[in-house]
């Protein structure tokens, strides 16, 4: 039997090196892979090129690692909720390479399916296709990096003639992913919202990381219910299900309503 088990988080990132490209699960901030994030803040890693749908808010997630100044390049589709992170994009401290959702999802799965690139409607006749956004300020106002411009090809498609531009696979050193359920082989169960980048993420590191709230052992997860296969899973630590779980916008109301 493969055991793919780490007694610690600390233990489970020891050898994340600094400068190293990592991709990190979850949405919003459900599934943010929190005990792994802490260890790495920890141990000091630094120069960090992280890859993640967003970067937490200011003190939770991601956002940790922003705050000590531990990460060089965020590459992610949303970074609203996250004072610092303006704070530091505006600045010309952090570079961002700011991608759509959906390619931003696609471009995970390719590079953890061995695809190079692919084609896709998504941004054709905007920046996105002819560059000029900016990745990096000077901290004056001006742009020090600007995107680059991506290859744009007409197909035909049922039909109808489209352009389509080509966007590159994403493949990190690391992905670190939450889990709600795994087993010691690397099989995991994620939970609603946390699957929606958590797996492509996974998929995309050449080392991948899972925290998990109930580890249990092989053969007792449902084989289809399994959201990722233990293969792409290479480390496995068990945090407990009173692993905390913050809230992005709380919204309540008063009276009668």
Known sequence: MI?????????AVADIPDGA???????GLSGNPIALIEALLAQGTTDLSVVSNNCGVDDWGLGILLRAHR????????????KEFERQFLSGELELELTPQGTLAEKLR??????????????????????????RYDGAGG???ASPAKAVQTFTVGGAAHDYVLEEAIVTDYA????????RHGNLVFNKAARNFSPLAAMAGRVCIAQVEDLVEPGELDPDSIHLP???VHRVIEVGGATPKRIEKRTTTTGDN
């Not at 055991?3 to 233990?11: N, R, S, W």
């Open 143 to 145: 742009v020090a990096v």
């Open 3 to 11: 055991d793919k088990t780490v007694p610690t988080a600390a233990e």
């Open 110 to 135: 390719a590079g953890g399916s061995g695809i190079g690139a692919f084609f896709t409607q998504t941004g054709v006749g905007t920046q996105v296709a002819d560059g000029g956004l900016p990745r």
């Open 71 to 82: 990460i060089r390049k965020m590459t992610s589709s949303y970074v609203g909720e996250n």
């Open 176 to 183: 670190l992913v939450h889990a709600l359920r795994g087993d």
């Open 230 to 232: 233990g293969i792409f």
């Open 21 to 27: 490209s990592i991709a990190v699960g979850g949405f």
